[in-house]
């Protein structure tokens, strides 16, 4: 990254399909030099990975065990301890007493903390030279092989990102073999996802549909 503090610009690496850099850019300074602000970043981290569970362990209590409520053994003259119903939680097979239920561990947070979490996001990739512009990303037909090697031109051939508008079906089946490569929407970037990538490639497309959705 380049970044001249007296005019306040920001610019980002414009790399060619071959890997060579061929320019640069210039950026908007709210979203790729903005305040890093770590307790939004956490929240939101925290946030989103808790979204992501589904919440659906659950146990049956005694009630709810199939099987026969009626009395073991009678209540005395056996020399054992008196005993209920086979469901009993002490025995095998049984209910279980205070297991978990279904939930919801959703967690809702303005969207203006999103917004400043993902900026800060972006910055702090910015700051350490992670994330590139491609010049122009053209595929005829659908290849795998033509994609990887791009990433491999690139060097970037672990954790890449790659940022795009609108994928269009050529490119969405040409990447979707490939493990070490995640293709998203601009739209659908989130934090997470961001800081969780070792390369962030972004389309010129991308790159102004994110600028827009986050002016």
Do not use: W
Not at 103 to 114: D, F, G, M
Not at 144 to 161: C, H, P, Q, W
């Amino acid at each position: 990254m380049s970044k001249n503090t007296q005019e306040n610009k920001v610019t980002l690496p414009v790399v060619s399909v071959s890997g060579e850099q061929v320019g640069d850019i210039e950026v908007s300074a709210k979203l790729f030099g903005a305040e890093v602000k770590e307790h939004l970043v956490h929240e939101v981290v925290l946030a989103y990975l808790a979204n992501q569970r589904q919440g659906t362990a659950a146990t049956k209590t005694r009630g709810e065990v199939a099987g026969s409520t009626r009395k073991l053994y009678r209540q005395k003259g056996t020399g054992r301890a008196r005993a209920g119903s086979r469901k009993s939680p002490t025995r095998k097979g049984g209910g279980v007493i205070f297991g978990p239920e279904p939930r919801s561990y959703r967690q809702n947070l303005p969207k203006q903390v999103r917004r400043q979490a993902l900026c800060s996001a972006l910055t702090v990739k910015t700051t350490e030279g992670e994330i590139h512009v491609l010049d122009a990303l053209e595929l005829n037909e659908i290849s795998t092989k033509a994609v990887a090697d791009i990433v491999k031109a690139l060097e970037m051939e672990d954790g890449v990102m790659l940022i795009t508008d609108t994928p269009d079906e050529i490119l969405g089946k040409s990447t979707r073999n490939l493990a070490s490569l995640k293709l998203i929407r601009a739209q659908d970037l989130n934090t997470y996802e961001v800081l969780n990538s070792k390369h962030i490639l972004f389309t010129k497309e991308g790159l102004d549909k994110i600028q827009e959705v986050l002016a």
